[in-house]
């Protein structure tokens, strides 16, 4: 047994073991699963207590049955189309769009003492929630005459209806204002707002019943809106594989937004959801499953039947479409988006910077010492 030194030295002076213990890095964005909005008719799913629901590969059929959707509906046929790639991705949010929110307004009686920016609540009977927000007042009114509205919150219940009381939550308060509600029903853009409050787990947003207005006015938002997002859509405009300059795909390329994703299909309102299945199933996260959307096929899709000079039109609004190529290859072209960069790179930008900004907080949240900002 060996002898014990009372002079011995310990270790600690010449090495330092310093053990920390580091919170959990914060969950990580996954940029794989897409949103498809749609009234939702016949479900339990309430805008104001449950905008969105998940769903998940191999059950969401029946799931979504059993939740009331008819299997008739767009958003159980964008389902459909969604899961049905290979491969297929993990999970789905079905978004409510409710048909009785406050959709447009008009100013009934502009009243007095109002302010630009306040926020008025629409009361009807059997509805709630609804505000409108004062857009303009009339002109060379001091005493703040109310002149345009535009809905800040659409709400529930509403109906169309004339000389609507409103109540004010300004500072001081307006008086006197009353609104005519000319259509109810949310627009695309309130309902992808208002899922995007509650979640923001989605990346891909779709919304079947939009229209070409309805695309622009989402593009536009889509482009600057945090967390990133893309907005995919599908159209069957017939001007699109024409020379024009008015249909969607030439203004939404004339505005260069990167952040809209256009499918031309003269066959199936939905079709974008096949491609936006592949690209949300391929894309895992993990090492070598970095993909383009271009030359990749679509089930349950029929390719279009358009001439080369009809094609030409496509790719120089930068819209996709799906085609047969050798009579045996059936392909989409380009995998673009509206401003002519490819999805593949969009996704993977956001990606990155995703990572970075999660990366260097993580950094922030485990560093013990840092440099507390001088008073000023």
């Not at 049905?84 to 447009?104: E, F, H, R, V, W």
């Not at 309902?191 to 990346?203: E, F, G, I, S």
């Not at 594989?241 to 969607?248: K, L």
Request: glycine share 8%; aromatic share 8%.
């Amino acid at each position: 047994m060996a002898s014990v030194n009372q002079f011995t030295k310990s270790l600690q002076t010449i090495i330092d073991i310093v053990v920390q213990i580091t919170p959990l890095a914060a969950p990580r964005p996954t940029f794989n699963i897409a949103l498809v909005v749609g009234p939702c008719a016949g479900t339990t799913m309430d805008s104001q207590t449950e905008r969105i629901r998940l769903y998940t590969q191999g059950t969401w059929s029946k799931d979504m049955l059993a939740d009331g959707f008819s299997a008739l509906s767009d958003e159980y046929k964008s389902a459909a189309l969604y899961f049905n790639q290979s491969p297929a991705p993990l999970y789905l949010y079905i978004g409510k769009a409710d048909p009785a929110g406050l959709k447009k307004l008009t100013v009934n009686a502009g009243g007095t003492g109002y302010h630009v920016g306040d926020i008025l609540g629409v009361t009807q009977a059997g509805a709630s929630a609804g505000t409108v927000r004062v857009a303009t007042l009339a002109p060379g009114s001091p005493s703040g005459v109310v002149a345009t509205v535009t809905v800040q919150n659409a709400g529930t219940g509403y109906t169309v209806a004339t000389g609507k009381a409103t109540t004010s939550s300004g500072s001081p308060k307006g008086t006197g204002c009353t609104v005519n509600i000319t259509a109810v029903g949310e627009s695309p853009l309130v309902a992808l707002q208002a899922c995007r409050t509650v979640n923001y787990d989605w990346y891909v947003g779709i919304v079947p019943a939009a229209v070409k207005a309805d695309h622009i006015e989402i593009a536009s938002w889509v482009e600057d809106v945090s967390p990133s997002t893309i907005y995919a859509y599908t159209t069957s405009d017939a001007d699109c594989i024409t020379n024009a300059s008015t249909d969607v795909g030439s203004q939404l390329e004339a505005l260069e937004y990167s952040r809209v994703f256009g499918q031309y299909c003269s066959s199936n309102a939905l079709a974008v959801a096949a491609i936006m299945g592949y690209a949300m199933g391929q894309n895992s996260g993990l090492a070598n499953s970095a993909y383009t959307l271009k030359f990749k096929g679509e089930v349950g899709i029929t390719t279009e039947d358009v001439t080369d000079t009809q094609l030409a039109y496509l790719q120089d609004k930068n819209l996709n479409v799906y085609l047969s190529y050798g009579n045996y290859y059936n392909w989409i072209v380009e995998g673009k988006m509206a401003n002519g960069s490819f999805f593949d790179e969009k996704i993977n930008l956001d990606m990155l910077v995703s990572d970075i900004q999660l990366n260097v907080a993580d950094l922030l949240n485990s560093t013990r010492r840092y440099r507390r900002p001088k008073p000023e």
